[in-house]
């Protein structure tokens, strides 16, 4: 029974791959990556607001921190994915952000003093072969020649971005939990991300915008990561973890279904390279690294 709470998580999350490419037909990028935060703010704040100010004497040192978690995790990695979908597909996007396991493994080496493990290398080429394979449409001279989509290499960037988030994540302990955590990362990022939304032409909220804005604020931000934190509770980091790589096959069946995207061949067998590689890596962390998982697009 517990293992289907990671797998709702994903499930939700691979979801929000859907919604980023359906939303931007819909509303400006920076306007929903506004109301994404700010209405995950407002149903937290019953929550969690009393104890964040309760324990404030606690948090102010780590405000510098918190607010460059924000913007990092909650500012340039959501907005990035919005900006993403208008040239690339929903399910180039689930793919990319797959690779965040991996980009972390090697930012930890610099920023957490690990070293990286024979699994590590050789997963890293195996999942940057098959991410290869795919952005080119299984012609890898063309991707030489022509260079990658702008939404592929805005997900690249923000795959670096939250990757970065999860390490500084296990490198900055702080003293209060998480929720609170998120909690103040929020009010920072609804306050850098005013300007995006003030400078947004569609910043209306309408009927066709309110379901996809209430899944990005209350499902993707709010229930995901509570239900991965239980996940994680009850089942143990590593088990939780290995959930992760079935985001991507997740958002390419809805993708399929919903917004009509045709999977080809390199789909099939670069997406399979760059999930092979990611859980080759992964190898070298047996119930030894307790992750910090947030939500991922």
């Known amino acids: ?3 289907l709470l990671p797998l709702i998580t994903v499930a939700i999350w691979a979801g ?5 490419k359906m939303a931007f037909s819909v509303i400006d990028p920076g306007a929903i990556s506004f109301y994404r935060w700010f209405f995950a703010l407002v149903m937290l704040t019953p929550f969690v607001a009393k104890s964040v100010w309760r324990d404030r004497a606690v948090i102010k040192p ?18 990035l994915g919005y900006f993403a979908a208008a040239t690339t597909t929903a399910t180039n996007i689930a793919l990319i952000i797959s690779l965040v396991p991996l980009i972390s493994m090697f930012l930890s080496v610099p920023i957490l003093g690990q070293r990286l493990s024979p699994f590590a290398l050789v997963g890293a080429v195996l999942s940057l072969s098959g991410l290869v394979l795919m952005l080119s449409h299984g012609h890898v001279e063309s991707l030489v020649s022509q260079g990658i989509k702008q939404g592929d290499f805005l997900m690249l960037i ?4 939250y990757a970065l988030y999860c390490v500084l994540l296990k490198r900055w302990k702080m003293p209060f939990s998480t929720w609170k955590s998120v909690y103040v990362q929020c009010l920072f990022a609804v306050i850098m991300l005013t300007p995006l939304l003030l400078s947004s032409d569609r910043m209306a909220i309408t009927a066709s915008a309110v379901p996809l804005i209430a899944y990005a604020a209350l499902l993707a931000s709010v229930i995901a990561p509570w239900l991965w934190m239980l996940s994680i509770e ?8 290995m959930f992760m790589n079935l985001l991507p096959i997740m958002a390419a069946g809805i993708a399929s279904v919903m917004l009509n995207e045709q999977l080809e061949s390199y789909h099939y067998i670069g997406g399979i390279m760059v999930l092979t590689g990611v859980a080759l890596a992964q190898k070298r962390i047996k119930a030894k690294k307790a992750k910090v998982a947030m939500t991922p697009a």
Do not use: E, H, P, W
Request: no cysteine.
């Open 234 to 241: 009850r089942l143990g980091a590593d088990r939780t973890a």
């Open 62 to 79: 780590y405000l510098a921190k918190l607010a460059f978690l924000g913007l990092l995790g909650m500012v340039l990695n959501q907005s």
């Open 16 to 20: 929000n791959a859907i919604v980023n």
């Open 1 to 3: 029974m517990f293992y």
């Open 158 to 161: 923000a795959a670096v971005v």
